[in-house]
């Protein structure tokens, strides 16, 4: 009878203890990035437009054939975070090595807004999408140690096609 006291008392104390626990646990905000910034002037749009898959495919090829050369900068947006270090980064890269794009998949528009041509100009307003692409690769080169290195990686890259509204 002692003991089945005492394991009462216990299991009393741990049930308080944990219900008491819990009343001082906080909810804390999952973070979530920032609704993206639209430049001035630009308004967004009524219904997201999924964006051509195969001009998805055709920019991030673009892309990844002007890697590891000195124009692959020129192929960025002018909005692409820190480029220059990008670049510079490149320099550590063996000079034969290449990027392969082995599959292109999960193409999904997750921003979109137009942006109408600048006052006085007769250029048309642009569709300017934001879009989520899913990119399988493979680093190919020759490494004078180990021979022939073949690294394969899946990356997640966002995108931004524009193209011209129709009148």
């Known amino acids: 009878m002692k003991y089945l006291r005492l394991a009462f008392f216990l299991i009393t104390i741990f049930s308080l203890s944990t219900a008491i626990a819990a009343e001082f646990r906080a909810f804390r905000k999952i973070a979530t990035p920032a609704a ?5 002037g630009a308004r967004a749009v009524e219904a997201i437009v999924p ?16 890697w590891n050369s000195p124009g692959m900068t020129g192929s960025l947006s002018g909005n692409f975070y820190d480029a220059g270090r990008l670049g510079n980064s490149a320099q550590s890269i063996p000079k034969d090595a290449r990027i392969d ?12 807004y ?7 100009s ?5 569709l300017v999408s934001e879009v ?9 080169y020759n490494d004078l140690d180990q021979g022939y290195q073949r690294i394969e990686g899946t990356n997640e890259y966002i995108v931004e096609v524009s193209r011209e509204m129709s009148r």
């Open 36 to 40: 993206s910034a639209r430049p001035e």
């Open 51 to 66: 964006v051509d898959k195969q001009a998805v495919e055709a920019a991030i090829r673009e892309v990844f054939t002007s």
């Open 101 to 112: 794009v082995l599959s292109v998949s999960g193409i999904q528009t997750i921003g979109q």
């Open 114 to 120: 137009i942006q109408p041509p600048e006052t006085g």
């Open 122 to 126: 007769n250029d048309p307003a642009m």
């Open 132 to 140: 989520s692409i899913t990119v399988r690769t493979q680093i190919v």
